[in-house]
């Protein structure tokens, strides 16, 4: 093992695939596949080429190189972690034994089944941002959303990589289905609800890696601290990458509030919509729903499957290591989200084990509560008195314990017919869905931005603004 990538494979590693043969025939027969998929599921813009980062060293400095790549030529590969020959295991019932190179037979049914709905995700947000080029609000922009594109084939291949090393027959027939199935598709949607529906517009992406790729991170540390020393190793990297998504959606959203506070001081109003901005009550209305959806992603507030996992040792908590505990919590508990018999929202007390879809949503909520933070930052040295909020959790949710009910942003329990009133109130309807299509022109003009959205502070590499990121066909 070397952390050193060979780029001179036609699938580059840092696995030493050529040593197994039989695993790199089954991975090149897969690869045209996986193009095929890119050509017909991936961006539909026409490029010459972008620029982008590829990995070339998983260690801690230079690991990515940049150059413009002509997109369907882009190298694709496969990188683990460097291995820790002392690591042990972490937490669970085998709790400080060493890790596991292979799939121990007992939990192997359970172990594909995380790496499938892991790897279901990746090619289907790109499925979901197939058509964002066509308006990408700036050159700069573009270059990103293709480097989170390709970043998510590449997060495609890891989990490609593991089913077919370490699964056999099944493995490699659910690495086929993972091209077959489709966000949105009628017959076979992606897995998770977030995954099939549409990223339709530009505010919705920087939603959608700022929330939703920020419910991958946390599944991606959670899956790092598993036994089984692959998966940890795949996903350590994983989430190197996922770091840039997230910074596209954190400063995406920095920059539209950002544009919208500098038109609602220039014309003193709060009307900003007949000005080419964003008005903040539609910036709030896609937080409330990218949010929400991002909640469901966590599962229900209490799972048995959970806590099988982590006995076992397949599926840590974020941070394992930081906790201040046996790692085993076998006579721990934890507050979760409930209804009351009487049918309140209220909280019960779980076993800590049953309640980590809890545990692991609410580290997600902490973090979220930052974006937050620095939007109302941005909004507030511009001078402009409203804020921005997460709503409550049991605001529009279709999993776990509040999928029953229906609730405000503040928390209120509504019947089902006022919400069928008022749910444009707090979520985009059609009218601001409308209107935020409208301003989705294409700016694809060396330094030049889009009028609802402000430039980014820094471009990508230590290049300008103005940088040629992409070249268009
Ligand atoms: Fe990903
Ligand atoms: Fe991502």
């Not at 813009?45 to 369907?72: C, E, I, S």
């Not at 890696?209 to 996903?235: H, I, M, N, V």
């Not at 539609?282 to 229900?300: A, E, M, P, R, T």
Request: charged share 25%; net charge negative; hydrophobic share 35%.
């Amino acid at each position: 093992m070397t952390s050193t990538a060979d780029y001179s494979e036609k699938i580059p590693n840092n696995v030493s695939l050529h040593e197994d043969r039989r695993l790199q025939r089954a991975l090149e027969s897969w690869q045209p596949n996986f193009l095929h998929w890119w050509q017909t599921m991936g961006p539909t813009l026409p490029t010459q080429d972008v620029y982008l980062r590829t990995a070339v060293n998983v260690g801690r400095d230079g690991w990515a190189q940049f150059g413009h790549v002509p997109m369907p030529e882009y190298r694709w590969g496969i990188f683990l972690a460097e291995r820790d020959p002392g690591r042990r295991v972490g937490f669970g019932e085998h709790k400080g034994e060493p890790v596991w190179d292979k799939v121990p037979g007992e939990y192997r049914a359970e172990l594909q089944r995380l790496i499938v709905i892991q790897g279901d995700t990746e090619p289907a947000s790109v499925e979901q941002q197939r058509n964002l080029g066509a308006t990408a609000p700036s050159l700069y922009d573009l270059r990103n959303l293709f480097q989170v594109n390709v970043e998510e084939g590449r997060h495609l291949w890891a989990m490609v990589y593991l089913l077919h090393a370490y699964f056999g027959r099944e493995g490699r027939e659910e690495a086929e289905e993972l091209l077959h199935r489709n966000s949105g598709s009628v017959d076979s949607p992606r897995i998770l609800g977030a995954f099939n529906e549409e990223t339709p517009d530009w505010l919705s992406f920087f939603m959608f890696t700022y929330f939703t790729d920020r419910d991958g991170k946390y599944q991606l540390g959670t899956l790092k601290e598993s036994a089984f020393d692959p998966l940890s190793r795949t996903c350590e990297f994983m989430l190197k990458e996922e770091a840039h998504h997230m910074m596209v959606g954190t400063t995406g959203v920095d920059r539209v509030v950002q544009r919208t506070v500098e038109v609602m001081r220039e014309h003193d109003t709060d009307d900003v919509a007949a000005l080419g901005a964003i008005p903040l009550p539609v910036i709030q209305k896609y937080l409330n729903f990218h949010y929400s959806v991002s909640l469901d992603l966590f599962g229900g507030e209490t799972s048995t499957n959970v806590a099988n996992y982590y006995t076992a040792g397949l599926k840590g908590r974020w941070l394992e290591d930081r906790r201040k505990d046996d790692h085993q919590l076998a006579s721990d508990s934890i507050m979760v989200d409930t209804i009351s018999e009487e049918g309140e929202i209220g909280q019960t007390e779980v076993s800590a084990l049953v309640g980590l879809n809890t545990d692991l949503r609410r580290e997600y909520i902490a973090d979220c509560q930052g974006g937050v933070k620095r939007w109302n930052r941005i909004l507030e040295e511009g001078g402009v008195r409203q804020r921005l909020k997460l709503p409550h959790v049991a605001f529009n949710r279709k999993v776990g314990a509040f999928a029953g009910i229906e609730a405000t942003p503040d928390g209120e329990k509504l019947p089902a017919a006022e919400w069928q009133r008022r749910q444009g109130e707090w979520l985009p309807t059609d009218v601001d869905k409308t209107y935020v299509r409208s301003l989705m022109r294409p700016v694809h003009e060396r330094g030049k931005i889009a009028a609802w959205i402000a430039p980014p502070r820094n471009g990508i590499n230590g290049q300008p603004f103005d940088y040629d990121y992409v070249h268009l066909a």
